[in-house]
């Protein structure tokens, strides 16, 4: 982040998957995690925070990592009802998902691009000797938006989207 221009500690109520899993292990959440039921716990642990630091955005990186850790038997289901929790807390919550190259589809089950409000694709592409980054909105639910893919340019003053 310091590479970026932020100043991590400017940000309030920083909070790491590290430190959000230990209050579920020492709390009455902990059967859940014998059960292996990381997204209901890591859900009700966020509810937890909202009502205690009232915090407005959310990132989780990586959704990828939060499947790694909780068999999912029905993806549909239990996805919807993820993002539906994330969702009733009233913030912005960015969740981040890595796909190959050789994939269309904005998530491991083929549900979470019908379930979120908005994508935000980056992709790397070669370039000759080098690499180029670009971006591009897929989705932004009840926004008219350009679908283009623009180039991110990143230095050592942040990031510039460069538009045509």
Known sequence: M???????????????LIELREPIK???KETLFKKGNW???ILTQIQN????MDFEIL???????????????????????FFRGLRALGITTFLITEMP??????GKYEVESFLSDGIIH???????????????????????????FFPLVVDE???AIIAK
């Open 2 to 16: 310091k590479k970026f221009g932020v100043d991590i500690e400017d940000v309030k109520n920083l909070v790491t």
């Open 26 to 28: 020492r709390g009455s």
């Open 39 to 41: 997204m209901e716990a």
């Open 49 to 52: 925070y909202k009502k205690t």
């Open 59 to 81: 990132v989780i990186d990586s959704l990828d990592a939060l499947y790694a850790l909780t068999p999912i038997k029905d993806p549909r289901t239990e996805i919807f009802h």
């Open 101 to 106: 190259q050789s994939r269309k589809e904005f």
């Open 122 to 148: 980056l992709s790397i592409e070669r370039l000759g000797n080098t690499v180029g980054r670009f971006v591009n909105i897929a989705k932004m639910r009840e926004t008219k938006h350009a679908t283009d």
């Open 157 to 159: 003053n942040g990031f």
